[in-house]
């Protein structure tokens, strides 16, 4: 079994050839290191081979690992990539540097409130559901659209651009990736400072490449780093 820095040498090999096959820069996608219910000790291989930021989806085994000795020191990136109860909030708004699974507005509000009571500046992205699909969280692209107003006003929060999972099939996947990057040109028309929505996180271990050619600005990437188990 290959150790867990030659899989993330490897991971960085294919994002290189997938963005220059794309005509984009290897510095244009940044990899998420997916580490739900991986153990702290796996963690910190995968920093000290060079990984920096960690996705995490579940909000407890999160704040277990964010005060775990053997992290301690260490400065980890923290990504929440779950989906996020809008009362688990205040657990995590001053630990993560990036929210990727806003999927309601509701959720939003509660974000800007916590953001504000810490006096902190929050970064995030919308989950869009773009397959459909009625087991996956996200809004649906006229709600974005519908609700992009109201999330632009909101203080203290930035919304950064948006996140998906997409369908396992790959020709399907695809579609949806390119649909994510169209909603995001969408949002920048009615933006008052496009500049800030840059951010297109999908891809994951099976289809990341194919999300590169669609635009992807962060791959979300678990199993071909640590592991299927």
Same mark, same amino acid.
């Given at each position: 079994?290959?150790? #867990? !820095? =030659? ?7 294919? %994002?290189?050839? +997938?963005? /220059? ?10 990899? #998420? !290191? =997916? ?7 796996? %963690?910190?291989? +995968?920093? /000290? ?181």
């Amino acid at each position: 079994m290959a150790s #867990i !820095a =030659v899989n993330i040498q490897d991971i960085h090999d294919q %994002i290189t050839s +997938a963005c /220059l096959s794309a005509g984009r820069e290897p510095e244009s996608v940044r990899l #998420i !290191a =997916v580490s739900k219910t991986k153990p702290a000790s796996m %963690i910190k291989e +995968a920093f /000290l081979a060079g990984q920096i930021a960690f996705g995490e989806s579940y909000v407890q085994e999160f704040l277990d690992k964010y005060q775990d000795p053997i992290l301690e020191k260490i400065p980890v990136e923290w990504h929440f990539i779950g989906h996020l109860q809008s009362n688990k909030v205040r657990f995590i708004i001053d630990k993560v540097s990036l929210v990727h699974g806003i999927d309601r507005l509701s959720t939003a509000e509660e974000l800007s409130k916590r953001s504000v009571q810490h006096n902190l500046q929050v970064d995030y992205l919308l989950e869009v559901n773009t397959s459909g699909e009625t087991s996956k969280y996200g809004m649906q692209h006229d709600e974005v659209l519908a609700s992009a107003e109201r999330l632009f006003r909101m203080p203290n929060i930035i919304l950064r651009g948006l996140m998906t999972i997409a369908s396992p099939e790959t020709a399907r996947a695809r579609q949806e990736f390119r649909n994510l990057r169209l909603l995001l040109e969408d949002l920048k028309k009615i933006s008052p400072d496009p500049l800030k929505l840059t951010e297109l996180s999908m891809g994951m271990s099976g289809d990341f490449e194919e999300a590169i050619h669609e635009g992807a600005t962060m791959i979300r990437v678990g199993s071909a780093i640590f592991g299927w188990r």
